[in-house]
T-cell receptor
């Protein structure tokens, strides 16, 4: 079935380093992808999205890369800060039904001081 | 701007009890969603709505009901609480977009324990 998964369940990085969180998706018909950040006790917070007609999109300190050939999505966080510590989810839109998102299981990012 | 507001934040129920989880949004979004999140897992869609009066099942609808009488409100009802429904419940909303091409905005969740 359709699935969105993550390669690394936990990522530990030094403060100030760059972080890269990866995500694989299985449905080649998906054309919209989102990254969310979830802090403990909070709901998912929208970070950045990308449509399938783009390969790269940049925000403030974050960049999302989309490789449709290998169905891979990544989130890059520049100069990682302690406040970036959270669980990060990728999601893709569901091609079989309008407006639904399929979420991965998440990657925990730990920032070492 | 409050965004998506969920109440209550925490609740403990006994098996067989019923309750309604409230969700309201002030962004005039047409689409609203209910998810559950089990520990260490991603989000699973319970029900969703594309507008007032229209609801549809998601991946895991059994044991739940919803209604959408207004654009702002999308309550989730548990009729006979079971231990398997212990979870964190998130409500989300999004604006209209072709094939879901708009980000969903989430509330802070309701943590529900069934004992």
């Amino acid at each position: 079935g359709e699935s969105v998964g993550l390669h690394l369940p936990t990522l530990s990085v030094q403060e100030g380093d760059n972080s890269i969180i990866n995500c694989a998706y299985s449905n080649s018909a998906s054309d919209y992808f989102i990254w969310y950040k979830q802090e403990s006790g909070k709901g998912p917070q929208f970070i950045i999205d990308i449509r399938s007609n783009m390969d790269k999109r940049q925000g403030q300190r974050v960049t999302v890369l989309l490789n449709k050939t290998v169905k891979h999505l990544s989130l890059q966080i520049a100069a990682t800060q302690p406040g970036d510590s959270a669980v990060y989810f990728c999601a893709e839109n569901s091609p079989d039904s309008s407006y639904k998102l399929i979420f991965g299981s998440g990657t925990r990012l730990l920032v070492r001081p | 701007n409050a965004g998506v507001t969920q109440t209550p934040k925490f609740r403990i129920l006994k098996i067989g009890q019923s309750m309604t989880l409230q969700c309201t949004q002030d962004m005039n979004h047409n689409y609203m969603y209910w998810y559950r999140q089990d520990p260490g897992m991603g989000l699973k869609l319970i029900y969703y709505s594309v507008g007032a009066g229209i609801t549809d099942k998601g991946e895991v609808p059994n044991g739940y009901n919803v209604s959408r009488s207004t654009t702002e409100d999308f309550p989730l009802r548990l009729e006979l609480a079971a231990p398997s429904q212990t979870s964190v419940y998130f409500c989300a909303s999004s604006s209209s977009g072709r094939r879901g091409n708009q980000p969903q905005h989430f509330g802070d969740g309701t943590r529900l324990s069934i004992l």
